[in-house]
């Protein structure tokens, strides 16, 4: 298991659909989540420190796993299949790990509720991740082992198939890219 860290959120301006740019915490690739409007309403709203008059959905979903004297331990990124992403809530249950399945964004907005690390299995990465290079705003995906320089520039073929990812990036700051957006 890898630790991300949430890099930013990100708005397409010509379609608002919203991404979730995660980042290995001591590595260099990325991994983009497509996730809906709400989710990133409410993981903006947590990670820029404003307040709500009232609860969002993911303020009452964490409140009521502490009133059940439940705690978040972490949340896991453990599968993806196509372009859907898999992701787990780990609980702790009166000290026993209950896990419980959750859309990315869901586990995402609760993780930045609790303060609780989030994790991506190595598969995970390997399938989905990318990395971002700011000096020659080129795309490269991690290469598979025993392969040269463990990195290969992202196909034609690849492109077409992360075509809605790939007009995100050409209208993209790289240079913005640590700054939470929403």
């Given at each position: ?7 930013s ?61 439940t ?55 390997n ?6 290079d ?49």
């Amino acid at each position: 298991m890898i630790e991300m860290v949430i890099e930013s959120l990100r708005v397409n301006p010509q379609n608002y659909q919203r991404v979730v740019i995660l980042k290995e915490k001591t590595g260099e690739r990325c991994l983009p989540i497509w996730i809906g409007p709400t989710e990133a309403d409410a993981i903006a709203v947590k990670l820029q420190g404003s307040r709500v008059p009232r609860p969002l959905t993911h303020d009452l979903m964490y409140s009521i796993i502490c009133a059940l004297t439940t705690t978040i331990d972490s949340i896991l990124l453990n599968d993806i299949k196509g372009d859907i992403f898999y992701a787990k809530i780990m609980l702790n249950v009166s000290g026993k790990v209950a896990t419980i399945d959750a859309r990315p964004s869901d586990a995402m907005a609760l993780a930045v509720r609790a303060g609780v690390p989030i994790f991506a299995e190595e598969a995970v990465l390997n399938k989905g991740g990318i990395i971002l290079d700011k000096a020659s705003r080129e795309i490269t995906i991690p290469g598979k082992e025993g392969e040269g320089s463990g990195q290969q520039k992202v196909s034609e073929d690849e492109l077409k198939k992360l075509s809605a990812f790939r007009d995100f990036v050409d209208k993209i700051d790289l240079d913005d890219l640590g700054k939470n957006k929403s």
